[in-house]
């Protein structure tokens, strides 16, 4: 790739990492395995670079990457494997210390924790419509086109996803409608 590409390539991901972050978190359910699919995602992006900058709308084909990231990983039986608990203090004498840890991008705050157990409970193709049209804030054509689905599909998956999580939440679900 020529340096002009490469200087491309490293501003435009420079500039989105934190709403990929945000958006793969969410995806995930999880800040490390959300990591994991932005490193993916950008992976993918780097070795068709070239192409992708060459696109109408560049942040569309980049979430799709990382969306089929998202997919690809929950078909694969390790996906499943998860690893609980703390690591263990070290022995009194051992001069390994546990190194500073990360800040949870949460902060603490118990009501995006419940959010997020809540989404983890969806389906993965229902959670990403969530994910993509009220966190990365895409239209419903833009969801449809990086998932690859109907607009009609992205609007019932969307009701359906909302309405689950408000029941999980114990909020009410007619959405103010009345028969």
């Not at 990457?65 to 070290?90: H, Y």
């Not at 086109?145 to 999980?168: C, D, F, M, P, Y």
């Amino acid at each position: 790739m020529a340096k002009t590409d490469d200087a491309d390539f490293v501003a435009y991901v420079t500039g989105r990492l934190p709403a990929l972050r945000r958006v793969a978190t969410q995806l995930a359910g999880d800040p490390h395995r959300g990591d994991d699919l932005v490193q993916q995602a950008i992976t993918r992006l780097y070795t068709h670079w070239r192409r992708a900058s060459r696109t109408e709308n560049l942040d569309a084909y980049v979430y799709k990457i990382l969306l089929r990231a998202f997919l690809d990983e929950r078909r694969l039986r390790w996906a499943t494997v998860r690893l609980w608990g703390t690591p263990t203090e070290p022995e009194p004498g051992d001069s390994r210390r546990p190194g500073p840890r990360a800040e949870d991008p949460a902060g603490g705050v118990a009501d995006r924790l419940l959010l997020r157990g809540a989404l983890a409970t969806l389906p993965p193709k229902q959670r990403a419509v969530i994910v993509l049209r009220f966190l990365a804030d895409r239209s419903v054509e833009e969801a449809a086109e990086i998932l690859g689905i109907g607009s009609g599909t992205v609007k019932s998956q969307t009701h359906a996803g909302l309405n689950a999580l408000r029941r999980l939440l114990g909020q009410p679900t007619d959405f103010g409608v009345t028969p």
